[in-house]
């Protein structure tokens, strides 16, 4: 019983509290009036998903082929991750956190608030208690589950077992090696990080960026952010008309890597142009923040992590919105600084080749 709850505790630990405490050391890139809680840990969400990712890479471009490879991504990854954690607690900014006034809003507001809490709620214990058949679960968590028993990383055949060589397709996609290396911290099997852990994160943070983009869109009607809020999880909850809509992966497939990518990544790269386009317009400021590139290069990284497909569609939605940017903002450096966010888009297109 005590090492079930020491487990509970640990997988609660690399769930929830590095990303903030690495989001707390990192959060000096962003603007003061986006240094909330919420924020902060999203930003520690990409940057520790980038260490797992380059790690992970690292050790597929090099050793993969070497028996319990894996042991030595896990082992550099923890140091690297426990090393910017326990730096994030020496700049933890306790007043950040404070109790959300709610006093001004009408009755009406709060009682959507409440039905889209409900909503959200509601999705988190069915993608938990749920177990929806999908062929994929037969390659994606299966690989989780030799990299954490095996210490293999790509070079198994996870439906017939024997080796194999290394799966250049899917290698770069390293999300069943972070599920693996969460699961391995917390000593709990995969299977469960992926299906019972792993929705009470990506749930409520995707409807998080979700709520961060109609704080945007309606900032001056808070009345009509839960209303969207609310229209938002229609969406989701009766969206699976296929195998294959973003709604189906979001609660069907939360531990897969394109789920993630139509949750998290393209919603987060829509919300920093949002940033940018209200700091660009309607008050002559045109100066664009490096902090904000430098975070799209971070989504921009997650969404390789997630799949092959996030390397070029990721890009070409940054591509697009730079378009729109630079009309409003009528200044040629968003050129230079969509330039600088793609870097890791090239990377990844480069490495897809050498492999």
């Not at 929830?16 to 909330?36: A, D, N, S, W, Y």
């Not at 919420?38 to 890479?57: D, E, R």
């Not at 790269?269 to 386009?277: D, E, S």
């Not at 923040?289 to 070029?312: I, Q």
Request: aromatic residues 14%.
């Amino acid at each position: 019983m005590l090492m079930t709850i020491w487990s509970i505790l640990r997988l609660v630990i690399f769930m929830f509290t590095v990303p903030m405490c690495i989001g707390q050391l990192f959060k000096f890139i962003l603007k003061k009036e986006l240094r909330t809680p919420g924020i902060t840990f999203l930003l520690g969400f990409f940057v520790y998903s980038g260490i797992i990712q380059i790690i992970s890479i690292l050790c597929i471009m090099t050793i993969a082929s070497k028996p319990h490879a894996f042991e030595t991504c896990f082992k550099w990854s923890l140091f690297v991750v426990l090393l910017f954690s326990v730096a994030g607690i020496f700049r933890f900014d306790k007043t950040m956190f404070k109790k959300p006034d709610i006093k001004g809003l009408s009755i009406d507001t709060k009682i959507f608030y409440g039905i889209f809490f409900a909503l959200v709620v509601f999705q988190m214990v069915m993608a938990i208690v749920t177990r929806i058949f999908d062929g994929d679960n037969s390659y994606y968590v299966t690989q989780s589950v030799i990299a954490q028993k095996m210490g293999a990383m790509y070079t198994v055949d996870p439906n017939k077992g024997g080796s194999i060589m290394l799966d250049g397709r899917h290698a770069l996609a390293a999300i069943p090696m972070w599920i693996a290396f969460i699961a391995k911290a917390a000593t709990v099997h995969s299977t469960i990080v992926a299906y019972t852990a792993w929705p009470i994160l990506i749930i409520p943070l995707a409807y998080f960026i979700y709520h961060e983009i109609a704080k945007v869109l309606f900032a001056d009607n808070i009345a009509l952010r839960p209303i969207f809020m609310i229209i938002v999880n229609m969406l989701m909850i009766f969206g699976n008309i296929s195998i294959y809509t973003p709604a189906t992966f979001f609660l069907m497939r939360t531990w897969q890597g394109k789920s993630m990518l139509t949750s998290i990544a393209f919603p987060t790269i829509l919300l920093i142009f949002l940033w940018m386009f209200k700091e660009t317009g309607g008050e002559g400021n045109l100066s664009l923040r490096a902090s904000f590139w430098g975070l799209l290069a971070m989504v921009n990284m997650f969404s390789g992590m997630c799949s092959e497909m996030g390397v070029v569609f990721g890009a070409g939605l940054v591509m697009l919105l730079t378009l729109v940017l630079l009309y409003s903002s009528k200044r040629v450096t968003v050129l230079l600084g969509a330039f600088c966010c793609l870097i890791p888009n090239i990377i990844y297109v480069v490495l897809y080749k050498l492999m």
